[in-house]
């Protein structure tokens, strides 16, 4: 069954810090792998995804991810964190246009 | 502890035919509800969401409503399916807008 760990509930770095936020999957194949940011007051946004190619993929507002068949992780990072950034962020596992599976998601917090 | 409940968790429908999906919340009260679908190739859409029994806000336009009859209780509904309702309906809810976000285990929707 695919299944989803997120292993960080709460993260607090620095504004201007790098960020890295944890994912691991169990998937019996390869996966479909999303990454999904809820801010305050707003839905759920898609921050990027991976379907096949490059294992390193680019999202929005300067976010990026990387695939890592070897290690089951397809790990979130940030160079540099702005406050703006403050939010929840859910990883999740599927097949485009079908069923997903959420991690618990990871609070991020910025603090000046 | 608070958990939602979803159902159907597949469902195939004929076009035209009328749909029922329904998302229910226990051990809270006055959650923000919501329901996401996610369609090839577009990730996850923010369809509707609740404040309160009988509030409603739609994000998009579609063939779709939704209801909330009861405090803890947001139906999904149609009144004749097209093939592009296909995909995969996903509840959640929240206390509030920053609040930690909990997913249901989702409905797989096709549409012959």
């Known amino acids: 069954a695919q299944s989803v760990t997120q292993p960080d509930i709460h993260i607090t770095v620095s504004e201007g810090a790098s960020l890295e936020l944890r994912c691991n999957y169990s998937?019996?194949?390869?996966?479909?792998l999303f990454w999904y940011v809820q801010s305050p007051g707003q839905g759920l946004q898609l921050l990027l995804k991976?379907?096949?190619?490059?294992?390193l993929v680019q999202g929005i507002k300067g976010f990026e991810a990387e695939f890592k068949r070897s290690q089951s992780s397809f790990n979130l990072r940030k160079p540099s964190v702005h406050w703006s950034d403050a939010a929840e962020y859910f990883c999740?596992?599927?097949?485009?246009?079908?069923?997903?599976?959420f991690g618990a998601g990871t609070i991020l917090r910025v603090k000046s | 502890s608070q958990t939602i409940h979803q159902w159907p968790a597949t469902l195939v429908q004929p076009v035209g035919s009328p749909l029922s999906l329904e998302c229910t919340v226990e051990?809270?009260?006055?959650?923000?509800l919501y329901w996401y679908r996610q369609a090839a190739g577009r990730g996850l859409q923010l369809l509707f969401y609740?404040?309160?029994?009988?509030?409603i806000s739609s994000e998009v336009p579609q063939n779709l409503s939704a209801s909330r009859p009861q405090d803890r209780q947001f139906i999904l509904s149609s009144k004749k399916l097209l093939l592009s309702d296909s995909g995969f309906y996903l509840c959640?809810?929240?206390?509030?807008?920053?609040?930690?976000?909990?997913f249901g285990s989702g409905t797989q929707l096709s549409v012959l």
């Open positions: 959640a809810w929240n206390r509030g807008g920053n609040e930690k976000l909990f």
């Open positions: 998937y019996g194949a390869t996966p479909y």
């Open positions: 991976y379907f096949s190619g490059d294992t």
């Open positions: 999740a596992v599927g097949e485009d246009g079908n069923k997903l599976v």
């Open positions: 051990g809270t009260s006055n959650p923000n």
């Open positions: 609740s404040v309160g029994i009988g509030q």
